[in-house]
């Protein structure tokens, strides 16, 4: 059987992920980045002699394809994952209080800290565990869930408006990009399932020990040239299509055919790309919309924050991280990045505005800040970081096939059961390669048919 070539378009992490499984099962490789650099929606960058990430990336523990491909391309160690979940959330001028999972078995796990969760009254504290009792019952292949936002389901099954704020959308916000009002049952329910009341050590939390360019792209790309796989960027792919000698991309003018293509690139993209009728549903995909990400990033003097990471409730603040050791800040410095989910409404504010409000509402959550100086600060926006996971998304999702023989999708937005995860996209691409690498088994080119 002769070596198969596959073309990889996109060199974010669904492609990354597609390109080194496609050159692990021996498949001649090359890989066409449109943009400068590889990582895709994870990339960082240098400002004011500091390394800045473009957001703060998390996993879980239950993220164990991406955690694979940690391990692959030799990034597992670059990683931090707490041994046991643990979440400490804030509200200005209130006491802190943690979520922490005990070592009981799920959903016991959770419980104690339910029972004890401060910010929520003792009737509600019972009502949250009643809610997550009938999340666990939930049936996730029911297409049913995604009829309905999360909302709407936690009011019919003891969850108000301020037991979404105070617990259900700490998780589903910085995981669906969206709140629970707005937030498809299933996408909710698959978070909530997997990552938290199937497994009691599923939702332990990891984050990027180092920059996102060297966990991902400079780790997958030397992983890659090891593998004799060819990567370019700047590259720019303006066509995949297919003839009787199989599929072929345009790149740069240029016709490159292969056995096999593997197109991962946004969902608001691959229109441009394919022909009309690829796959069901080609013209409605742009209807996934997009979720924007926004990140406040802010340089202080002196260290304000001890943890890790903090939650925020009664605030404007979702999420703080302390990122001093990545950015490289000077000793006594601490950097910080405040992730904001889900955040269309910050998108016309000024970098200045931004700055000014995300460090009075620091100020009024950390006392500490209030007497530190900010030395420098940053501020990044991703305004499509993902599809809009609202109710009716999960009919617009493809499956890997196209009707293109040797042409297959791949991406967080494609149908994954994930939301748009870095975990997402590297099953996404994982499954590229692997129905690939099937088809090239059985001595026939990538098969067509209906779309997933």
Same mark, same amino acid.
């Given at each position: ?46 400002? /004011? ?61 959770? +419980? ?43 009011? /019919? ?15 589903? +916000? ?12 299933? +996408? ?155 955040? /269309? ?93 099937? /088809? ?13």
């Amino acid at each position: 059987m002769s070596r198969q070539r596959v073309i990889v378009v996109g060199g974010g992490l669904a492609g990354l992920a597609a390109a080194v499984r496609a050159a692990d099962g021996g498949a001649q490789v090359e890989l066409y980045e449109r943009g400068p650099r590889l990582g895709g929606a994870t990339w960082s960058f240098r400002h /004011d002699g500091l390394t800045y990430d473009n957001g703060q990336h998390v996993f879980m523990r239950c993220c164990t394809e991406y955690r694979a491909f940690l391990d692959r391309i030799g990034s597992g160690a670059k990683v931090r994952l707490q041994p046991r979940m643990d979440v400490p959330v804030l509200r200005p001028g209130g006491a802190e209080h943690r979520l922490r999972r005990v070592a009981l078995p799920a959903p016991l796990h959770l +419980l104690p800290a339910l029972a004890r969760y401060g910010h929520l009254s003792p009737g509600r504290r019972l009502g949250m565990v009643r809610t997550a009792l009938a999340l666990r019952r939930l049936q996730l292949d029911d297409p049913g869930l995604d009829e309905v936002t999360f909302a709407q389901w936690l009011a /019919d099954h003891g969850g108000g408006p301020a037991s979404a704020e105070a617990l259900w959308d700490l998780v589903c +916000l910085p995981t669906v990009n969206l709140r629970a009002d707005q937030a498809s049952l299933a +996408l909710a329910a698959k978070v909530f399932r997997t990552g938290l009341l199937d497994a009691a050590d599923a939702g332990d939390i990891g984050w990027a020990g180092v920059p996102l360019q060297e966990l991902h792209a400079d780790a997958a790309a030397r992983t890659l040239d090891h593998l004799g796989a060819e990567v370019h960027t700047r590259a720019h792919v303006t066509a995949v299509e297919g003839d009787q000698d199989g599929p072929w991309v345009m790149v740069d003018g240029e016709r490159r055919h292969a056995d096999a293509v593997v197109v991962a690139v946004p969902h608001d993209a691959v229109s441009d790309l394919l022909p009309a009728g690829s796959f069901d549903g080609l013209r409605d995909v742009d209807r996934l919309g997009r979720s924007p990400i926004v990140n406040v990033h802010l340089l202080y003097d002196r260290p304000i924050l001890d943890e890790p990471f903090i939650a925020g409730i009664g605030t404007p603040v979702q999420f703080v991280f302390d990122r001093t050791a990545p950015s490289g800040a000077p000793p006594g410095h601490q950097c910080l990045a405040i992730s904001l989910s889900a955040a /269309d409404e910050y998108l016309p504010w000024s970098k200045r505005e931004l700055v000014d409000h995300f460090a009075e509402a620091l100020a009024r959550l950390l006392p500490a800040a209030a007497d530190a100086r900010l030395v420098s600060s940053m501020v990044t926006r991703e305004v499509a970081a993902t599809f809009r996971g609202t109710p009716g998304t999960a009919a617009l999702r493809p499956g890997p096939r196209t009707h293109v023989p040797g042409v297959l999708l791949a991406g967080a937005w494609t149908d994954t059961g994930w939301p748009a995860t870095m975990e997402g996209a590297v099953r996404s691409g994982n499954r590229a390669a692997a129905e690939t690498a099937a /088809d090239q088994r059985a001595g026939q080119p990538t098969t067509t048919g209906a779309a997933a």
